[in-house]
């Protein structure tokens, strides 16, 4: 007769369970708080917070090879592919450099690249089944944060710096933006929390939790629309409608998104018969006034949605799904309104509305409403443009904003062409476009193969993560976020959750020799590939750090200028040119500098080394042009300022 022997577990004292709990939430933590630093520092769109992030990441990635902190698991197929062409892409943007007719820029885009897959591989290595869902937690967290601080910024005048943005474009005054810095990219960035804050509402758990989850929900509705933009609607709408259809629990997904949609409207009524608090003047005493009134209602309706979603699983709880029939019932009914919804707005009308050059209003609502396209249809035929000038590798990283400048047909001036795939096409030709659609396109097949076989409880986060990908996704088709440092590094994190090891399909373990020690062959190899790891990243950290202190030592330089100190600027921008001697900025500080020095034959000289190293930059021309005036040499000033209008025709001051 057998004996069972039962182990009961030693009781852990306080410090043991605060140090369990500290360890189990961890990632949670970390993540949410690099989100919402890198969202506050106007989303990681410096120089200095890109290049301070990348080191960073990439010095964890290290830190983790080295020291046998990464999971030795085989890494899914999907997550080699996808990472590979991510690699191919940063390599082909690197090289660009060789035929770009702005290395320096070239360069900065690999550098942006390289974070990218950084975060990427970080989590690849990072990531497990244990700690997958902490991940998509601790961005719900992060994001949520963001969108509590963007609202009182608003509601609250004051509570936070402005950092000069209606001086840089007064257009966009009343549009929130705070703290990213872009209307567009803020609602986006909030818009990508919803399938992560719906896939804590729908998973199994605490019901407290699981309606604490739509809290956020209304308040980030109110924040779009005092962004007034609708690129944050249509990601919003993706990224909910996705995780409906990816998701296993769409009945209690459906009765989520419900609650979201009802929460939402009321939110965004409080708001409409406030106009000052909407459309400004912002600093007004109504303004103010209708902020703390907006900020009670608001946060009662997002109390009441957490309410009555956790009042509705109580209720339902031990009541029976309806049948299938039912539900296609109701997703017939929906397709059909979506249909006539679509038929009544006048598609073609709207697609020319699109097309047309003509801006959308600067009133709030009026914005939101509108189908102009606010000349994207321009910017994106421009990018066309440059693709047929050379089909097959482009004309290089960073040249669409050279590009437009010379050949726009609006007097727009842009850097991107507000489309991920459209710019791509024009900087990198056709190879290029493949690469970085493939990456995409790899990663989702990747996570719609799982999302058919894997079981409901962890469907639900694979759901989450996809959706939230394939939102970013479209939103970069037409908007400029691969530039808005914080809205790709959320999208690769969850590119690399729905891809990696820690949603990827279980696999039945194999009995492992008494001797546990793995063959030589596999040792070398593990060791291998460690060392390659490290010394990669150890050289992507160098390429990171090149812009990084470049940069530091041209602001360095810019400040002693500020302070008269042109001896100690000249040294900080021959810094500047010794650290990234193929960048053109710092020959053009130099030149500044000379020029302020009164030292106009050298001045002229380093304008002639920056122009060689970037010979599409107008503005070069025109310093060029200038200095040329101030030494009399009347012939070389006005062939440099006819270049400078070549490259910038529309350019009011070159109108003269």
Avoid at 485 to 491: D, G, L, N, S
Wanted: glycine share 10%; charged share 15%.
């Amino acid at each position: 007769m057998s004996e069972l022997t039962q182990v009961v577990a030693a009781p852990r004292a306080p410090a043991q369970r605060l140090g369990a709990l500290a360890r189990e939430y961890a990632i949670t933590v970390a993540v949410a708080v690099v989100v919402f630093l890198v969202a506050y520092d106007n989303g990681g769109f410096s120089e200095s917070t890109r290049g301070f992030l990348g080191i960073g990441i990439w010095w964890v990635i290290i830190l983790v090879v080295a020291f046998g902190f990464a999971p030795r698991v085989r890494m899914p197929t999907g997550a080699l592919v996808t990472g590979a062409l991510l690699v191919a892409f940063a390599f082909l943007t690197l090289m660009s450099v060789f035929w770009a007719v702005d290395a320096g820029g070239a360069y900065l885009e690999f550098a942006r690249v390289s974070i990218y897959v950084g975060v990427f591989v970080l989590v690849i290595i990072g990531s497990n089944r244990g700690n997958v869902g902490r991940w998509a937690d601790g961005m719900a967290l992060g994001l949520t944060a963001v969108t509590i601080v963007a609202l009182i910024s608003r509601f609250f005048p004051g509570s936070f710096p402005q950092r000069g943005l209606p001086v840089l474009l007064p257009e966009g005054a009343t549009r929130l933006a705070f703290p990213v810095g872009y209307w567009n990219g803020l609602a986006i960035l909030v818009a990508l929390a919803i399938p992560l804050l719906l896939r804590i509402a729908v998973r199994e758990g605490n019901t407290f939790v699981r309606g604490l989850a739509l809290v956020p929900v209304p308040a980030i509705a109110a924040l779009i629309y005092l962004t007034s933009s609708r690129t944050g609607v249509v990601t919003a709408f993706v990224g909910a409608l996705a995780f409906l259809l990816f998701t296993s629990r769409r009945w209690a997904a459906t009765g989520a998104l419900i609650v979201c949609v009802v929460s939402s409207i009321a939110s965004v009524l409080a708001l409409l018969n406030r106009d000052e608090l909407v459309d400004g003047p912002l600093n007004s005493a109504a303004a103010v006034s209708q902020g703390k009134s907006a900020t009670l209602i608001i946060a009662g309706v997002c109390i009441l949605a957490g309410l009555l979603f956790g009042v509705g699983l109580r209720a339902l709880r031990n009541q029976p799904a309806p049948s299938r029939a039912v539900g296609w019932i109701l997703f017939g009914a929906a397709a059909v309104a979506v249909v006539v919804a679509v038929v009544a707005a006048h598609p073609v009308r709207r697609f020319d509305e699109f097309r047309s050059p003509d801006l959308a209003g600067n009133d709030i609502q009026g914005h939101i409403l509108s189908s102009s396209g606010n000349g994207r249809w321009q910017l994106w035929a421009a990018a066309v443009d440059e693709f047929e000038s050379k089909p097959a590798f482009g004309r290089g990283a960073g040249s669409y904003g050279a590009w437009w400048l010379q050949h726009r047909t609006l007097s727009l001036f842009v850097v991107d062409a507000h489309s991920l795939y459209v710019e791509v096409l024009g900087e990198l030709g056709i190879v290029g476009f493949i690469l970085i659609v493939g990456a995409f396109l790899a990663g989702i097949v990747t996570a719609v193969r799982r999302l058919l076989r894997i079981d409901a409880e962890e469907r639900v986060t694979l759901a989450a993560v996809t959706a939230t990908f394939v939102a970013f996704a479209i939103a970069a088709g037409v908007d400029w976020m691969w530039e808005l440092t914080i809205v790709p590094v959320v999208a690769f994190v969850c590119l690399a959750l729905a891809t990696g090891p820690g949603t990827a399909l279980a696999v039945r373990p194999r009995l492992a020799p008494t001797d546990s020690r793995p063959p030589l062959r596999g040792r070398l190899q593990r060791y291998g590939l460690g060392t390659a790891v490290v010394i990669v990243g150890l050289l992507v950290i160098c390429a990171i750090a090149i812009p990084f202190l470049a940069d530091a030592r041209l602001q360095d330089s810019r400040n002693a200028v500020r302070r008269g100190d042109l001896s100690g600027a000249f040294s900080a921008a021959l810094g500047a040119r010794s650290i990234q001697p193929w960048s053109s900025d710092p020959a053009l500080q130099l030149a500044l500098v000379q020029e302020a020095a009164g030292n106009y034959g050298a001045a002229r000289r380093w304008t002639i080394r920056a122009i060689d190293r970037n010979r599409s930059n107008w503005f070069l021309w025109l310093t060029r042009a200038r200095i040329e005036t101030e030494l009399g040499l009347v012939k070389p000033a006005a062939r440099s300022l006819d270049r400078a209008r070549e490259l910038n025709p529309r350019e009011p001051l070159l109108q003269t």
